[in-house]
Nanobody
Framework: QVRLVESGGGLVQDGGSLRLSCAAS????????MSWYRQAPGKEREMVAR????????IFIDSVKGRFTISRDNAKRMVYLQMSRLQPEDTGVYLC?????????WGRGTQVTVSS
């Protein structure tokens, strides 16, 4: 059974930083690309960043390029999202996700709130 557990969210001021973590279990983690999504109030869920199984390729939405980085540790079955120069527009629930043969799997998310 796939399990994704996010942590590291919180309240931060405009310009601050946070590091999100996602602990994965129940599937062959090192074989799958992993993604971070966010869900802001009243907005559609959007993919923020994605990293390939080996960490060699990463993509980001334009609004976070140069501010966010994604990384993974296959030995620890962890994926991270380092967020810097946070802006109020980055506020939302951040979710870890993986696409498996059984479909898209989601964690419960961690709340990130950026105050202006």
């Amino acid at each position: 059974q796939v399990r994704l557990v996010e942590s590291g969210g919180g309240l931060v001021q405009d310009g601050g930083s946070l590091r999100l973590s996602c602990a994965a279990s129940g599937f062959a983690f090192s074989s799958y690309a992993m993604s971070w999504y966010r869900q802001a109030p009243g907005k559609e869920r959007e993919m923020v960043a994605r990293i390939t199984w080996d960490g060699d390729s990463k993509i980001f939405i334009d609004s976070v390029k140069g501010r966010f980085t994604i990384s993974r540790d296959n030995a620890k079955r962890m994926v991270y999202l380092q967020m810097s120069r946070l802006q109020p527009e980055d506020t939302g629930v951040y979710l870890c996700s993986v696409e498996t043969v059984d479909g898209t799997q989601w964690g419960r998310g961690t709340q990130v709130t950026v105050s202006s």
